[in-house]
T-cell receptor, first 115, second 113 residues
Framework: AQSVTQLGSHVSVSEGALVLLRCNYS??????LFWYVQYPNQGLQLLLK??????LVKGINGFEAEFKKSETSFHLTKPSAHMSDAAEYFC?????????????FGQGTELSVKP | GAVVSQHPSWVICKSGTSVKIECRSL??????MFWYRQFPKQSLMLMAT?????????EQGVEKDKFLINHASLTLSTLTVTSAHPEDSSFYIC?????????FGSGTRLTVV
């Protein structure tokens, strides 16, 4: 079975500061890992994903994440926060094609950006 | 890119009635569709997985007779909430598997009064 843990249900940063959202996963098979952003009453938008290959993944809006197998982590970072980054962020794990490829989500982290 | 169109975006219904939510893949064939529900300030909980032409697989604790899922074609999957009650009020989101990963619908806000 797979699971995802996001450390910190709420993170607050100042505009221009570093954003770090933490994600740890558990998977019995090589995982596929995703970060999504959700704005109020909207669906999910993919920020970035890791399937295979390079462990440092760059996504949209200046976000990036690094897959660290030894730490079972996939933390999301952005060098400089913008007001428009305020939203809910979800880390998710999939087993690829095994078990139907279900996507399992972490609890979510609400990011606030202070002016 | 792959787009999933979800309708309606919001619906209010009376307790005891049924509501149907549709998800259509617009420019690709969605062999597999996932249905999630999300309570306020909470994460997405997987309800069921549907594959075109076969019965849906429900997650533990999800009432299959209450949440009817149909995936009769490669471009349409529906979720029907039968005999809805206020506790069914939630945000429902569909997601289709694509070559690149997963594409999500925009969600349906269901309010049962």
């Amino acid at each position: 079975a797979q699971s995802v843990t996001q450390l910190g249900s709420h993170v607050s940063v100042s505009e221009g500061a570093l954003v770090l959202l933490r994600c740890n996963y558990s998977s019995s098979v090589p995982p596929y890992l995703f970060w999504y952003v959700q704005y109020p009453n909207q669906g999910l938008q993919l920020l970035l994903k890791y399937t295979t290959g390079a462990t440092l993944v760059k996504g949209i809006n200046g976000f990036e994440a690094e897959f660290k197998k030894s730490e079972t982590s996939f933390h999301l970072t952005k060098p400089s926060a913008h007001m428009s980054d305020a939203a809910e962020y979800f880390c998710a794990v999939s087993d690829g094609n095994n078990q139907g490829g279900k996507l399992i989500f972490g609890q979510g982290t609400e990011l606030s950006v202070k002016p | 890119g792959a787009v999933v169109s979800q309708h309606p975006s919001w619906v209010i219904c009376k307790s005891g009635t049924s509501v149907k939510i549709e998800c259509r893949s617009l420019d690709f064939q969605a062999t597999t569709m996932f249905w999630y529900r999300q309570f306020p300030k909470q994460s997405l909980m997987l309800m069921a997985t549907s594959n075109e032409g076969s019965k849906a697989t429900y997650e533990q604790g999800v009432e299959k007779d209450k949440f009817l899922i149909n995936h009769a074609s490669l471009t349409l999957s529906t979720l029907t909430v039968t005999s809805a009650h206020p506790e069914d009020s939630s945000f429902y989101i569909c997601s289709a598997r694509t070559d690149g990963g997963y594409t999500f619908g925009s969600g349906t806000r269901l309010t049962v009064v």
